[in-house]
């Protein structure tokens, strides 16, 4: 498995921007796909973005597809979630994840999660 550490949450005005940011430890990160889930208070974790491990295919949930981006960066063991245009229903605790499957939306095929780092959007 991979630790991962989740950075780069706030509070921010409806119609901002924030970019998140996971950091992975191990020598093997460009190995995994990874992935941002969301959770919101009393709602299930859901899925927001994944990238496989070269970074050239991406997958998005309908609810967040054109305002955020996922995106690596293999030398720096870091993957980033841009979020634009944001919304109040974007407000939840983002979680980042790794999976050693090529490419993966569903929550059951990561294996390695990080604490999360909450986003909350005002109105």
């Known amino acids: 498995q991979v630790q991962l550490v989740e950075s780069g949450g706030g509070l921010v005005q409806a119609g901002g921007s924030l970019r998140l940011s996971c950091a992975a430890s191990?020598?093997?990160?460009?190995?995994?796909?990874m992935g941002w889930f969301r959770q919101a208070p009393g709602k299930e974790r859901e899925f927001v973005a994944t990238?496989?491990?070269?970074?050239?295919?991406?997958y998005f949930a309908d609810s967040v597809k054109g305002r955020f981006t996922i995106s690596r960066d293999n030398a720096k063991n870091t993957v980033y979630l841009q979020m634009n245009s944001l919304k109040p229903e974007d407000t939840a605790v983002y979680y980042c994840?790794?999976?050693?499957?090529?490419?993966?939306?569903?929550?059951?095929?990561?294996?390695?999660w990080g604490q999360g780092t909450q986003v909350t959007v005002s109105s």
């Open positions: 994840a790794a999976t050693t499957t090529s490419v993966a939306t569903t929550l059951s095929d990561f294996d390695s």
């Open positions: 990238i496989n491990w070269s970074g050239d295919r991406t």
């Open positions: 191990g020598r093997t990160f460009s190995s995994y796909a």
